[in-house]
T-cell receptor
Framework: AQSVAQPEDQVNVAEGNPLTVKCTYS??????LFWYVQYPNRGLQFLLKYITGDNLVKGSYGFEAEFNKSQTSFHLKKPSALVSDSALYFC????????????FGAGTRLFVKA | DAGVIQSPRHEVTEMGQEVTLRCKPISGHDYLFWYRQTMMRGLELLIYFNNNVPIDDSGMPEDRFSAKMPNASFSTLKIQPSEPRDSAVYFC?????????????????FGSGTQLSVL
């Protein structure tokens, strides 16, 4: 069965500092991995994805994520946080063994302080 | 494209009433997903369709929940009878892609959600 763990309910960071939002996954076979962001009263928006190839994936708004197969992790990072990055972030996994079932983590609230 | 369209945006009903949530996916997308979001359980996959056919409904919580996709441009999620614990935000999402093949359009596009309150 697929599962995603986001161990932190909330991450607090000062504006201008680097940020990391953690994600680990469990899936049979090779994973497709995604990060989505949700702003208040809105649906989720796609940030970036890992399908294959380079372990460092770059996405929207300056975000990037690093795939680590041995640690089954896919942490979201940004070198310099902005107050406008404050939102709810979701990690998601889909198995590359057939099917399109996409499972999301519980979400991590990012709070960037000015 | 207008994106994934959900209606209603808000629904307030009384326990025992039937609730129908509606979704129009992005034109050309062949996958449609229904998710439920609560503070306690996060974002749960309820069911997903491929080419209008339900593929996996293992996340549907009870027989009170049912989902249909009569055509490529419309899906409904029905709760009958509704209960207070069904209160949540229900999201519809759509996508296009080919199983097992790296495809550019494998991300999900989400609607704005329906906020359901069952009193």
């Amino acid at each position: 069965a697929q599962s995603v763990a986001q161990p932190e309910d909330q991450v607090n960071v000062a504006e201008g500092n680097p940020l990391t939002v953690k994600c680990t996954y469990s899936v049979s076979g090779n994973p497709y991995l995604f990060w989505y962001v949700q702003y208040p009263n809105r649906g989720l928006q796609f940030l970036l994805k890992y399908i294959t190839g380079d372990n460092l994936v770059k996405g929207s708004y300056g975000f990037e994520a690093e795939f680590n197969k041995s640690q089954t992790s896919f942490h979201l990072k940004k070198p310099s946080a902005l107050v406008s990055d404050s939102a709810l972030y979701f990690c998601a996994v889909r198995a590359n063994t057939g099917g399109f079932k996409t499972i999301f983590g519980a979400g991590t609230r990012l709070f960037v302080k000015a | 494209d207008a994106g994934v369209i959900q209606s209603p945006r808000h629904e307030v009903t009384e326990m025992g009433q039937e609730v129908t949530l509606r979704c129009k996916p992005i034109s050309g997308h062949d996958y449609l997903f229904w998710y439920r979001q609560t503070m306690m359980r996060g974002l749960e996959l309820l069911i997903y369709f491929n080419n209008n056919v339900p593929i996996d409904d293992s996340g549907m919580p009870e027989d009170r929940f049912s989902a249909k996709m009569p055509n490529a441009s419309f899906s409904t999620l029905k709760i009958q009878p509704s209960e207070p614990r069904d209160s949540a935000v229900y999201f519809c999402a759509s996508s296009s892609g080919t199983e097992g093949i790296v495809a550019a359009n494998e991300k999900l596009f989400f609607g704005s959600g329906t906020q359901l309150s069952v009193l």
